[in-house]
């Protein structure tokens, strides 16, 4: 559906059956706070979740400027199910650039097929975005195997994911110079299946309500050497890599102000002729915002700037940002109409504040990119 601005609700890159469904299952899902299993089942088998993964393991891309327009266009209908792919994304990744080639061969086909959904187990209540000391262990246990215990905060996909990307202390050692995360610590992939993880029912969320965001415990979970993702100690490196693939969260607040923009195109022809030109004008400067942000976005895919990292850091910095201003500005163009608890924008603009909290949080990005001078 075009309106008369040439702003669009098209998802052109998901099949239309999927973006209605999902379109659907957002407003559902925003009513419930539970996740929207029909919805999720059809993502999985939509071949959308193999964009994160090369043609050689199974997938149909590895490359981030296709992955972050697929969760753009999901995004732009339903938020909650951008984060659960993103997050699936993330991990499919890390398993392509860490994973053994017995790990590789069992995950990669199944993840890109959908038959496995990942999620992403790092954070912790109390333990602070920059993940210098979590408080998960992770214990060698004779045989070549790890006891895991601890507790992971705001999982997105808990309790519907099939396998989880865990962070966990592996030895004492805090690293002062890294950023995030330190060289004590490990990453895990744990089954869904092992008796040790449980997830708990998702959190009561303000926004993301679709996207099964909620705690997960690892209780005497007991796991082989080989579910060990990458040298043990390595977690702050494999943490720094995840900036380098270009794969951003700003693809997801991209999306969410076009869904704005979207609102406010349709609004914008009512009323006398003075307030349609102010609108028109204000529209056109949010406009220009959204197709920076999604300039930056698509920048940082490419992986061509001097420094991609430091490229994805900045485009999830902007896009959020934009997003939360056009979230406002909208809100103020549509008047009272806007205020009401039910209307689509407040979804969306809640939606949008989960970016800047989403790991790393806005303000650890800021710490990274200072950083960068100082090396
Ligand atoms: C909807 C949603 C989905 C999420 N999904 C996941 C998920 O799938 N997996 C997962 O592991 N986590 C997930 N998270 C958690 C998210 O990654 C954390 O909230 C984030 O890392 C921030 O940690 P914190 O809440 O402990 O914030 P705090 O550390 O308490 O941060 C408070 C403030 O201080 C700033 N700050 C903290 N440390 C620094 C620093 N070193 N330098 C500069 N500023 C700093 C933060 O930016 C923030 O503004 C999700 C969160 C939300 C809201």
């Not at 059809?42 to 071949?47: K, M, N």
């Not at 891309?61 to 969760?71: H, K, L, P, S």
């Not at 910095?317 to 009401?340: P, Q």
Request: glycine share 10%; charged share 20%; aromatic share 4%.
């Amino acid at each position: 559906m075009s309106n008369a601005l040439g702003l669009t609700r098209q998802a052109d890159a998901l099949p239309q059956s999927l973006a209605e469904l999902l379109r659907e299952s957002a407003v559902r899902t925003a009513d419930k706070g539970q996740p929207d299993d029909e919805a999720l089942e059809q993502l999985r088998r939509s071949g959308i979740l193999a964009a994160a993964i090369s043609a050689e393991h199974g997938g149909s891309g590895g490359d981030a400027t296709v992955v972050n327009r697929i969760v753009e266009q999901l995004a732009r209908v339903n938020p909650s199910a951008a984060i659960i792919a993103f997050q699936h994304f993330a991990v499919s990744m890390r398993i392509v650039e860490w994973g053994t080639p017995a790990q590789k061969a069992l995950l990669l086909p199944a993840l890109a097929a959908g038959d496995l959904l990942a999620a992403s187990a790092w954070s912790e209540l109390g333990v602070g975005a920059a993940k210098k000391k979590v408080n998960t262990t992770a214990s060698r246990l004779p045989g070549a195997k790890w006891l895991l215990n601890g507790a992971k905060s705001f999982t997105t996909s808990a309790g519907i994911a099939d396998v989880y990307l865990v962070l966990a202390q592996t030895s004492a050692v805090v690293d002062s110079e890294s950023s995030y995360g330190s060289a004590g610590q490990s990453f895990f992939l744990v089954p869904a299946g092992n008796p040790g993880l449980v997830p708990e029912r998702p959190l009561d969320l303000i926004g993301m309500r679709g996207s099964a965001t909620g705690f997960v415990t690892l209780r005497d979970c007991e796991l082989a050497d080989h579910d060990r993702l990458g040298p043990e100690g390595h977690g702050s490196v494999i943490m720094a890599g995840v900036r380098e693939t270009g794969a951003t969260l700003g693809a997801v607040s991209v999306g969410i102000a076009q869904s704005l923009l979207d609102i406010a195109a349709v609004h914008i022809g009512k009323g006398d002729p003075a307030r349609r030109l102010a609108n028109r004008y204000r529209l056109a400067d949010l406009a220009t915002q959204v197709a920076a942000a999604r300039a930056l976005v698509a920048q940082a895919g490419r992986r061509a700037s001097a420094d991609p990292g430091l490229t994805t850091l900045h485009s999830k910095l902007f896009a959020s940002a934009v997003a939360e201003h056009v979230g406002g500005e909208v809100g103020r163009m549509l008047g009272s109409a806007g205020f009401l608890a039910d209307h689509e924008l407040n979804r969306l603009v809640a939606d949008a504040r989960a970016i800047s909290h989403m790991g790393p949080a806005n303000d650890l990005c800021k710490e990274l990119i200072s950083a960068s001078w100082s090396e």
